[in-house]
T-cell receptor
Framework: SQQGEEDPQALSIQEGENATMNCSYKTSINNLQWYRQNSGRGLVHLILIRSNEREKHSGRLRVTLDTSKKSSSLLITASRAADTASYFCGASGSRLTFGEGTQLTVNP | GAVVSQHPSRVICKSGTSVKIECRSLDFQATTMFWYRQFPKQSLMLMATSNEGSKATYEQGVEKDKFLINHASLTLSTLTVTSAHPEDSSFYIC?????????????FGPGTRLTVT
């Protein structure tokens, strides 16, 4: 299968709380990317972490990468209702392979 | 920069007809474009990789005679769903890799919702 796994599949939190999503992948990678998708829309690139990096920050986003466990996490701090979307990780090796995605709902 | 458009955004067609979806890189040249399919509440599945001026490479299980891909220029790739059936109803997303860009660098279009009745 070309798919990795993400958990949780769905996450519902209150505005202001932090949201953590996890992703596992199966192949060797050069980097891992996180994307956001609003319902019925294309993917928006959020952040990229290279295989030799362990942690990266961008605004309210924090990404970690553990290549020994083939896993990554995305933390969104101080969530807002506008963060409601699906979030996918994309593991980039010989190709870009997407995880199953996490549907995040941030309640106002 | 790095904008990718798709046309149409939504299309409804009758079973047995063919539908063409366009993917354009608006402000860059793309040597490689990718076509993905996404079912509701599921992830993106790569269907095929198209390189300008050559035949597309299809993923296992994707019928190349049903999903015709043409990458005739550095800014345009088209996906034609031939003899569409209701099970082809899905969200189709393309992405483009800039010429001279890094291999993992993909910019995604907004997607096309296909409904076959």
């Amino acid at each position: 299968s070309q798919q990795g796994e993400e958990d949780p599949q769905a996450l519902s939190i209150q505005e202001g709380e932090n949201a953590t999503m996890n992703c596992s992948y199966k192949t060797s990678i050069n980097n891992l990317q996180w994307y956001r998708q609003n319902s019925g829309r294309g993917l928006v690139h959020l952040i990229l972490i290279r295989s030799n990096e362990r942690e990266k920050h961008s605004g309210r986003l924090r990404v970690t990468l553990d290549t020994s466990k083939k896993s990554s996490s995305l933390l969104i701090t101080a969530s807002r209702a506008a963060d409601t979307a699906s979030y996918f990780c994309g593991a980039s090796g010989s190709r870009l392979t997407f995880g199953e995605g996490t549907q995040l709902t941030v309640n106002p | 920069g790095a904008v990718v458009s798709q046309h149409p955004s939504r299309v409804i067609c009758k079973s047995g007809t063919s539908v063409k979806i366009e993917c354009r890189s608006l402000d860059f040249q793309a040597t490689t474009m990718f076509w993905y399919r996404q079912f509701p509440k599921q992830s993106l599945m790569l269907m095929a990789t198209s390189n300008e001026g050559s035949k597309a490479t299809y993923e296992q299980g994707v019928e190349k005679d049903k999903f015709l891909i043409n990458h005739a220029s550095l800014t345009l790739s088209t996906l034609t769903v031939t003899s569409a059936h209701p099970e082809d109803s899905s969200f189709y997303i393309c992405s483009a890799n800039p010429a001279g860009g890094l291999t993992y660098e993909q910019y995604f279009g907004p997607g096309t919702r296909l409904t076959v009745t």
